[in-house]
């Protein structure tokens, strides 16, 4: 199973960073930065969101910089297999993009037009939903890619 990271940092008014990828997963779409945790360190996710912050988004941090949202479990997740994503809120806005890089282009996409965007399929029917809706609660949440339609099962809210 991939250990993994991803980070919601918005700007002051309220967009959401977002990362138009030009590699797999999820190659020419729109997602959240963040990337694997480094598993063979030891590196704790908190450690892997304060790291892959500064890597993607030029964000100097500190693991008190970052609020655990939601876990999400994906089984056979596309061109990844099984994946166990960490979602991140950042406690700061950030002013400006960060530069592009050879992972992709960041732009801000205000919450109102998230679910519209040119997302991953199961960040858009379920993802975004928890972080836009769960009111800062923490959720877990247990995705089957296997099934079609996405079986998707609550397992805390």
């Given at each position: 199973?991939?250990?993994a990271?991803?980070?919601?940092i918005?700007?002051?008014?309220?967009?959401?960073?977002?990362?138009?990828?030009?590699?797999?997963?999820?190659?020419?779409?729109?997602?959240?930065?963040?990337?694997?945790v480094?598993?063979?360190?030891a590196?704790?996710?908190?450690?892997?969101?304060?790291r892959?912050?500064n890597e993607?988004?030029?964000?100097?941090?500190?693991?008190?910089d970052?609020?655990?949202?939601?876990?999400?479990?994906?089984?056979?997740?596309?061109k990844?297999?099984?994946?166990?994503?960490?979602?991140?809120?950042?406690?700061?806005a950030?002013?400006?993009?960060?530069?592009?890089?050879?992972?992709?282009?960041?732009?801000?996409?205000?919450?109102?037009?998230?679910?519209?965007?040119?997302?991953?399929?199961?960040?858009?029917?379920?993802?975004?939903?928890?972080?836009?809706?769960?009111?800062?609660?923490?959720?877990?949440v247990?995705?089957?890619?296997?099934?079609?339609?996405?079986?998707?099962?609550?397992?805390?809210?």
């Amino acid at each position: 199973m991939v250990l993994a990271t991803l980070l919601y940092i918005k700007n002051p008014q309220g967009g959401y960073l977002l990362l138009e990828r030009l590699n797999e997963p999820n190659k020419g779409l729109l997602s959240p930065p963040g990337g694997k945790v480094h598993v063979h360190e030891a590196e704790s996710p908190f450690q892997c969101a304060v790291r892959e912050a500064n890597e993607e988004c030029g964000i100097s941090s500190t693991e008190k910089d970052w609020t655990l949202r939601g876990i999400i479990t994906e089984k056979n997740y596309p061109k990844i297999g099984d994946i166990m994503l960490f979602l991140f809120d950042y406690r700061h806005a950030i002013e400006s993009l960060p530069p592009s890089f050879e992972e992709g282009k960041f732009t801000f996409i205000n919450e109102k037009d998230i679910l519209s965007s040119n997302i991953p399929e199961t960040d858009k029917l379920y993802i975004w939903d928890f972080v836009l809706k769960n009111n800062g609660r923490f959720f877990s949440v247990h995705i089957d890619c296997d099934k079609s339609p996405f079986e998707c099962t609550i397992e805390a809210e």
